[in-house]
């Protein structure tokens, strides 16, 4: 356990269908990133925070995708009209912004989405 | 794309040492070089990282050529846990880009 937890772990869903998952990073970091991994492939980046800010989001992250951290502490991840390519395993994670060289970031579980 | 190369899969004996190679002809000279592993459905777990010298704790050995061109993780004393998908990532800090860039990683199955 690293301490970044995430809600559901698993979930299914229809087609067309809104869901929205949640990351609770280790309570002193301040970065917050979110991945995407299908089936066999590495995980891949789709965005991350630095407190509340939104400082990178990938061209993955397609207009159906939004992310939020508002009060600089947990992270919601919205899939507005879910496909099925969006299946995958989406996974937070989280580490301090000290200014010292390449801060270590730890994953949580992951959520799998399944869209039917 | 990842600025790494690994070889797709390896076989270790349980209690043998399990040393896993990484390319990274390409690194500059103010990039880490990072292991992470993933174990089934797990999300990926930090093990050890280094910028020159060679690192060591509870878990594992990294060795990094003089060059940093290339270098190996070893797990001492492989046990069936160790069973997992390994990823050699090199990453630089600085503000604004803080991602990590994951390739295929290495399959390593240990071997009862």
């Known amino acids: 356990d690293t301490g970044v937890s995430q809600d559901p772990r698993h979930k299914i869903t229809k087609r067309g269908q809104n869901v929205t998952f949640r990351c609770d990073p280790i309570s002193e970091h301040n970065r917050l990133y979110w991945y995407r991994q299908t089936l066999g492939q590495g995980p891949e980046f789709l965005t991350y925070f630095q407190n509340e800010a939104q400082l990178e989001k990938s061209r993955l992250l397609s207009d159906r995708f939004s992310a939020e951290r508002p009060k600089g502490s947990f992270s919601t991840l919205e899939i507005q009209r879910t496909e099925q390519g969006d299946s995958a395993m989406y996974l937070c994670?989280?580490?301090?912004?000290?200014?010292?060289?390449?801060?270590?970031?730890?994953f949580g579980p992951g959520t799998r989405l399944t869209v039917l | 794309d990842a600025k790494t190369t690994q070889p797709p899969s390896m076989d270790c004996a349980e209690g043998r040492a399990a040393n896993l190679p990484c390319n990274h002809s390409t690194i500059s000279g103010n990039e880490y070089v990072y292991w992470y592993r993933q174990i089934h459905s797990q999300g990926p777990q930090y093990i050890i990282h280094g910028l020159k010298n060679n690192e060591t704790n509870e878990m594992a050995s990294l060795i990094i050529t003089e060059d940093r061109k290339s270098s190996t993780l070893i797990l001492p004393h492989a046990t069936l846990r160790d069973t997992a998908v390994y990823y050699c990532i090199v990453r630089v800090f600085n503000d604004r880009d803080d991602k990590i860039i994951f390739g295929k990683g290495t399959r390593l199955h240990i071997l009862p």
């Open positions: 994670a989280s580490s301090s912004s000290s200014g010292r060289a390449a801060d270590t970031q730890y």
